[in-house]
């Protein structure tokens, strides 16, 4: 029988979704469809009590559901309830259980570029929902973490979470220091960069070793990533970030492996040819 995934948000035109997921079941020989639909805020209840009724075995919620769709849930996951936001859902014997993907989604793509995490530490700018996700995925696996970000009460209240979740943090404004020197990891996890405006502080100084990461891949290469290149640092935008959460949310909705070569190469051809 047919399978039904789907995602949810608004805006939701431009989500790859859809193209990543389908060139998965194309790979596998999978008889799915993935489809995207458009929900505003009020519509929330009614779409979730749609997508169970037509029988939908999954779907993913963005923005900007991922804090507001738990109310409708049955169930969350451990990863679900840390970060406070679900972007996977499962409809299992009726029941709709919400997941996240996000932040397991991020240290994958990361460690597959700078190995294991061990001894290193990292430093995060900004502290929205996307950096939270991040920020208690990096701690679960030991990182102390920096965040910085323009309104310090914001980052000092993230790193207060992410201390209460058993990881070390510390906080500070958006400024450079004497972490540029100490730094593994940076990672970028604000929309400043989005329409190609260059990023408050300069990396210039920062150790050539460190991994950088914008969480944007849309533009391709931000001027974050660019001026952080010239820096000689190895960098990383938010594609493979995003293929990773897809590939967790189809483990958790099929309990198989993702084709993730097959599934990289359609967003690879897509970014490739939208820019
Ligand atoms: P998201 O859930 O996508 O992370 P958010 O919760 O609205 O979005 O968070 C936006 C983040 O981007 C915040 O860290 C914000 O900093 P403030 O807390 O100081 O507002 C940061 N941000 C947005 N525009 C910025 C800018 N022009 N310069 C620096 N930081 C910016």
């Excluded at 399978?3 to 979704?17: C, E, T």
């Excluded at 900004?126 to 939270?132: D, F, L, N, S, Y």
């Amino acid at each position: 029988m047919e399978k039904h995934f789907a995602v949810i948000g608004d805006p939701i035109a431009h989500s790859l979704s859809p193209l990543m997921h389908m060139a998965g079941y194309g790979a596998v020989g999978l008889e799915a469809e993935y489809q995207r639909f458009r929900v505003k805020t009020g519509d929330l209840g009614d779409a979730v009590k749609g997508l169970r009724a037509l029988g939908f075995s999954g779907w993913n919620v963005t923005i900007p559901h991922k804090e507001s769709i738990i109310p409708y849930l049955d169930e969350l996951t451990p990863e679900a309830a840390r970060a406070g936001a679900v972007n996977t859902v499962k409809c299992s014997n009726g029941k709709l259980i919400g997941h996240n993907t996000d932040g397991a989604g991020f240290g994958r793509s990361v460690q597959e570029y700078m190995g294991a995490f061990t001894g290193k530490t990292a430093v995060l700018l900004g502290a929205g929902g996307a950096a939270k996700g991040i920020a208690l995925a990096l701690a679960e696996q030991g990182m102390p973490i920096l965040v910085l970000n323009r309104s310090v009460d914001k980052a000092e209240e993230l790193a207060r979470q992410i201390q209460a979740h058993g990881g070390k943090a510390s906080a500070g404004g958006l400024q450079i220091g004497a972490w540029l020197d100490h730094v593994d990891l940076l990672v970028q996890t604000t929309s400043v960069g989005l329409q190609g405006e260059s990023y408050p502080i300069s990396l210039q100084g920062i150790r050539p070793e460190a991994m950088v990461v914008d969480i944007i891949y849309r533009p391709w290469e931000t001027p974050f990533l660019q001026e952080a290149k010239t820096q000689g640092c190895q960098t990383l935008n938010g594609l493979p970030m995003f293929l990773h959460q897809g590939g967790l949310a189809w483990e958790f909705w099929l309990g198989t492996k993702a084709p993730l070569p097959q599934m990289w190469a359609a967003l690879l051809h897509e970014v490739e040819h939208s820019d």
